[in-house]
């Protein structure tokens, strides 16, 4: 038997259980101050082009928003989970111009793309700028589309299998809070890796490509071996060059031009191929 919950203000940190990246982020105000809170409403918003872009939610009155508007700079921290109470030091409401690191055991290091400082103590992160923002009224709060400028990690964290990295950074996963005092967390030690079933053989083989429009041959066999998941992103954005070169058909150029346009090689397609 199932109940139905009343909805109530704060229901995600009522009743609705959400695990969250936990993250630091990193800003300066417009006298050039640091500023450091933490945030996890941050998500990929676009994996495939050039400009890859991240997404996130602020509250209109944090200082974070505020630096981010002004400046279009921050600095997204993953701080391991042996930090979580310097974490939660930096969440704690100081006025304006003070900063939360000070009573904290991070360390400030120079980012190498944006002026904002990185945390040292952070295994993994992201430089990013301000691409778009978008605010709302109801309810107040800022909506950031940024690129993403760099991906810093610790040195030897790139040459490691995923599974090494997620247990080697040691993120502790936000369960959410409760009271907007109590905040719960829990630590990736129990690492578990599902693979996914080969599609049925047609997918696989190409046959149901879900085009919109005209296909050449060549252009045709040149997606074939990209698996379905992958292929389905990529035939959009093939179709819509053809659509901006005014062509009634897809050629294998225009595919060309894709994977030119989205930094795309055929060492990136292999990745995908055999699943590493
Ligand atoms: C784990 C955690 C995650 C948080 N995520 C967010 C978030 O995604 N968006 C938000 O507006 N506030 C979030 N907060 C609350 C802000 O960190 C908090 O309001 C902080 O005081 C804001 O500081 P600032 O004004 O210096 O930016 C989070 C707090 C914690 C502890």
Same mark, same amino acid.
């Given at each position: 038997?199932?109940?139905?919950?009343?909805?109530?203000?704060?229901? =995600?940190? %009522?009743?609705?259980?959400?695990?969250?990246?936990?993250?630091?982020?990193?800003?300066? @105000?417009?006298? &050039?101050?640091?500023? !450091?809170?933490?945030?996890?409403?941050?998500?990929? =918003?676009? +994996?495939?082009?050039?400009?890859?872009?991240? =997404?996130?939610?602020?509250?209109?009155?944090?200082?974070?928003?505020?630096? /981010?508007?002004?400046?279009?700079?921050?600095?997204?921290?993953?701080?391991?989970?042996?930090?979580?109470? %310097?974490?939660?030091?930096?969440?704690?409401?100081?006025?304006?111009? +003070?900063?939360?690191?000070?009573?904290?055991?991070?360390?400030?290091?120079?980012?190498?793309?944006?002026?904002?400082?990185?945390?040292?103590?952070? &295994?993994?992160?992201?430089?990013?700028?301000?691409?778009?923002?978008?605010?709302?009224?109801?309810?107040?709060?800022?909506?950031?589309?940024?690129?993403?400028?760099?991906?810093?990690?610790?040195?030897?964290?790139?040459?490691?299998?995923?599974?090494?990295?997620?247990? !080697?950074?040691?993120?502790?996963?936000?369960?959410?809070?409760?009271?907007?005092?109590?905040?719960?967390?829990?630590?990736? @030690?129990?690492?578990?890796?599902?693979?996914?079933?080969?599609?049925?053989?047609?997918?696989?083989?190409?046959?149901?490509?879900?085009?919109?429009?005209?296909? %050449?041959?060549? !252009?045709?066999?040149?997606?074939?071996?990209?698996?379905?998941?992958?292929?389905?992103?990529?035939?959009?954005?093939?179709? @819509?060059?053809?659509?901006?070169?005014?062509?009634?058909?897809?050629?294998?150029?225009?595919?060309?031009?894709?994977?030119?346009?989205?930094?795309?090689?055929?060492? /990136?397609?292999?990745?995908?191929?055999? &699943?590493?």
């Amino acid at each position: 038997m199932k109940v139905e919950i009343p909805i109530r203000p704060f229901w =995600y940190s %009522d009743i609705w259980i959400f695990p969250k990246l936990i993250t630091i982020i990193t800003t300066l @105000d417009k006298q &050039g101050r640091v500023n !450091a809170a933490p945030y996890s409403h941050i998500m990929q =918003y676009d +994996v495939m082009h050039k400009n890859p872009r991240m =997404y996130l939610g602020f509250r209109l009155t944090s200082h974070t928003y505020e630096n /981010i508007a002004a400046t279009g700079e921050f600095v997204i921290n993953c701080p391991p989970a042996d930090y979580l109470e %310097d974490l939660m030091e930096t969440a704690v409401f100081h006025d304006e111009g +003070v900063c939360e690191l000070d009573n904290t055991r991070f360390t400030q290091i120079p980012s190498l793309k944006v002026k904002p400082p990185s945390l040292e103590e952070c &295994g993994q992160i992201m430089e990013c700028t301000v691409d778009q923002i978008y605010e709302l009224e109801h309810p107040r709060q800022g909506h950031v589309i940024a690129k993403i400028e760099a991906i810093v990690v610790d040195e030897g964290h790139e040459k490691m299998s995923r599974a090494e990295r997620i247990k !080697a950074l040691n993120m502790p996963i936000g369960m959410g809070d409760e009271r907007r005092t109590d905040y719960f967390y829990t630590f990736a @030690d129990r690492l578990v890796m599902h693979k996914l079933e080969d599609p049925p053989s047609a997918v696989a083989m190409g046959e149901k490509i879900p085009t919109t429009m005209e296909w %050449d041959h060549d !252009a045709l066999e040149a997606i074939k071996p990209i698996p379905p998941g992958v292929r389905k992103m990529i035939i959009p954005q093939v179709e @819509d060059i053809a659509k901006r070169a005014s062509a009634k058909r897809v050629t294998n150029e225009h595919y060309l031009q894709m994977m030119k346009e989205s930094d795309m090689d055929e060492a /990136i397609l292999e990745r995908f191929r055999s &699943g590493g």
